[in-house]
């Protein structure tokens, strides 16, 4: 099937929201594993919308928006900017004792109260970084590749020298796209890598 690529507008963001979810759990349907189907979406793709975005792209087919990529040029300004504008209004939305803390809503609400930063390394090498979601009617026809090109692009016309991204072990599939996009791994944790790649 078809799409365009074209860049991100306001009118996008609930869908942009809901494409979070609905490839959420390792890349499968999230939906009814959050009690919040918004939190995903305010912790993945809210921070990335605002101020303005000059690094989201979105793939349209004759059904509408579904998929996305979301990108930033320098990560460390960016987690900055985050903990001022962004976290704080979510922190208030969200007390910790929203939800049971080993609870899936309770681990996002974790995220949002301590967010996890990039490793110095990593950003000194690759201070970009990325998120990429495509609904499965979009999935597997190189459009996925189309948006990551279209996001190294302007990453590389803002002066990134190179991205990083982090991915779950579980996303076996999301990894094998990453590796073929050639991303290498820079991180191991427990449960997920981060993968990098020059500009
Ligand atoms: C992962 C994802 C972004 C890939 O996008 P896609 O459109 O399906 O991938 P494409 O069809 O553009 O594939 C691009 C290239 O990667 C290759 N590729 C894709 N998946 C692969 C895999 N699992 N292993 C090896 N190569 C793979 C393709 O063969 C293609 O190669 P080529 O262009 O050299 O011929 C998309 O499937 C997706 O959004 N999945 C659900 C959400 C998700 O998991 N997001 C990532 C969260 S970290």
Known sequence: MGAKIRAFRPADERVLYDICLRTGASGEDA???????????AIYVGPYLRPAPTLAFVGVDEE???????????????ETSCERSWWPMLRSSYPRSLFPPESPDGRL??????????????VE??????????????????????????????????????????????????????????????????????MARPL
């Open 109 to 122: 609400v974790d995220l949002i109260h301590q967010p996890p930063t990039a490793d110095e390394d990593v």
């Open 125 to 194: 090498r690759y201070p970009a970084h990325l998120h990429i979601d495509l609904l499965p009617r979009l999935q597997g026809n190189g459009h996925g590749r189309r948006l990551l090109e279209t996001l190294f692009d302007a990453l590389r016309a803002a002066g990134a020298p190179g991205v990083h991204l982090g991915v779950g072990l579980a996303n076996e599939r999301a990894i094998g796209f990453y590796d073929r996009m050639g991303f290498t791994v820079v991180r191991r944790h427990p449960d997920s890598l981060v």
């Open 31 to 41: 939906t009814g594993m959050y009690r919040d189907p918004d939190l995903l979406g």
């Open 64 to 78: 509408g928006v579904a998929g996305y990529v979301l990108g930033v040029a320098d990560t460390r300004p960016f």
